[in-house]
Nanobody, 124 residues
Framework: VQLQASGGGLVQAGGSLRLSCAAS????????MGWFRQAPGMEREFVAS???????IYSDSVKGRFAISRDSAKNTVYLQMNSLKPDDTAVYYC???????????????????WGQGTLVTVSS
């Protein structure tokens, strides 16, 4: 499985962006797809996950502002980001795993496949 993230850019605070993560090869419903982000000098942190094609999970910092969705026909996962804040500035990575359990969705090391990252910069 190869993942290609795109959609990052520069946006003003309060604006919106939609990130895409296209997967090569068929991503069946058993795959969990996740988004993580990493700001300069910080550890990679969990943002959102689409657990096995059904359950969506969000970090507290983005809940209510971000939405993860999945288009199985296009093998693509999206992250709609609204009401962006300067603190959302980071490189955003998509990830996938075929055997994740619910308790591990927020753990970066639990995912086997990663995209290359796309930079999101939110100006104040």
């Amino acid at each position: 499985v190869q993942l290609q993230a795109s959609g990052g850019g520069l946006v003003q605070a309060g604006g919106s962006l939609r990130l895409s993560c296209a997967a090569s090869g068929r991503i069946s419903g058993r795959y969990t797809m996740g988004w993580f982000r990493q700001a300069p000098g910080m550890e990679r942190e969990f943002v959102a996950s689409h657990f096995r094609g059904s359950t969506t999970i969000y970090s507290d910092s983005v809940k209510g502002r971000f939405a993860i969705s999945r288009d199985s026909a296009k093998n693509t996962v999206y992250l709609q980001m609204n009401s962006l804040k300067p603190d959302d500035t980071a490189v955003y990575y998509c990830a996938a795993d075929s055997s994740l359990i619910m308790s591990s969705v927020r753990t970066a090391s639990a995912y086997d496949y990663w995209g290359q990252g796309t930079l999101v910069t939110v100006s104040s």
